[in-house]
Nanobody
Framework: QVQLVESGGGLVQPGGSLRLSCVVS????????GGWYRQAPGKQRELVAL???????NYADSVKGRFTISRDDAKNTVYLQMNNLKPEDTTIYYC?????????WGQGTQVTVSS
């Protein structure tokens, strides 16, 4: 059974940084695309960033230049470095893994940006 476990969320002041981690178990990252999504209450889940098995990245316009996605296949982990955080970044962040017909989600981690 594939499981994704996120960590690293929390409360941070505007302009601060957080690093989210997503540890994958039950499979490896080989050939997979890893992604981070977020969903605010009453809104649709939106893509924040993704990284392919070849290291190609894609970001939402709202986070370009502030967030960086990376992966360590040896550790089965996908990361999201978030810098210069803004109050509008406050929401739950979800890790996602895709490979062929396999699509898995984590349980989410809360990020709150507030002074």
């Amino acid at each position: 059974q594939v499981q994704l476990v996120e960590s690293g969320g929390g409360l941070v002041q505007p302009g601060g940084s957080l690093r989210l981690s997503c540890v994958v178990s039950g499979t490896n990252l080989y050939g997979s695309t890893g992604g981070w999504y977020r969903q605010a209450p009453g809104k649709q889940r939106e893509l924040v960033a993704l990284i392919t098995s070849g290291g190609v990245t894609n970001y939402a316009d709202s986070v370009k230049g502030r967030f960086t996605i990376s992966r360590d296949d040896a550790k089965n982990t996908v990361y999201l470095q978030m810098n210069n955080l803004k109050p509008e970044d406050t929401t739950i962040y979800y890790c996602n893994l895709r490979r062929g017909l396999l699509v898995s989600w984590g349980q989410g981690t809360q990020v709150t940006v507030s002074s």
